[in-house]
């Protein structure tokens, strides 16, 4: 488990809405004109000015995906007991944010978190 216990300090850049692109182990693997097939857990991830982000998670019952309320600061996104890193980066003029999914994977085989991948809507 992470230390989630941290101040909010705003992030103007990150706000807004971003739709999953992709997965990768690593954010300097990553080429979006290799995109790999994935069937994606997460649809979408908003942020707003007040810190408060939602996680829309792929569901059948609910067609936009099922939400997840979360908060941030920047350069973090805190899901329950977890801080997750975020870095937005610019490749060929599209903004991407990558995200560290930590998952049982990582809580509780202590392995190294991979990536999910969001392009700027």
Known sequence: RDDGNKPFISDPYVLGNW???????????????EKEK????????????????VLYHRNLKYEGGL????HFTKGFL????????????????KDYLFM???????????RKPQ???????
């Open 67 to 70: 939400p997840e309320y979360c």
């Open 19 to 33: 739709k999953a692109f992709g997965f990768t182990k690593t954010i300097e693997r990553f080429d979006p004109n």
């Open 78 to 93: 805190l899901r329950k007991d977890l801080a997750c890193a975020y870095e937005i980066q610019n490749i060929d003029g």
């Open 38 to 53: 994935y069937s994606l857990s997460l649809l979408s991830i908003s942020f707003d000015e007040n810190g408060e982000a």
């Open 100 to 110: 560290e999914w930590k998952n049982g994977d990582y809580i509780y085989g202590g």
């Open 115 to 121: 990536y999910y991948v969001f392009a700027r809507e």
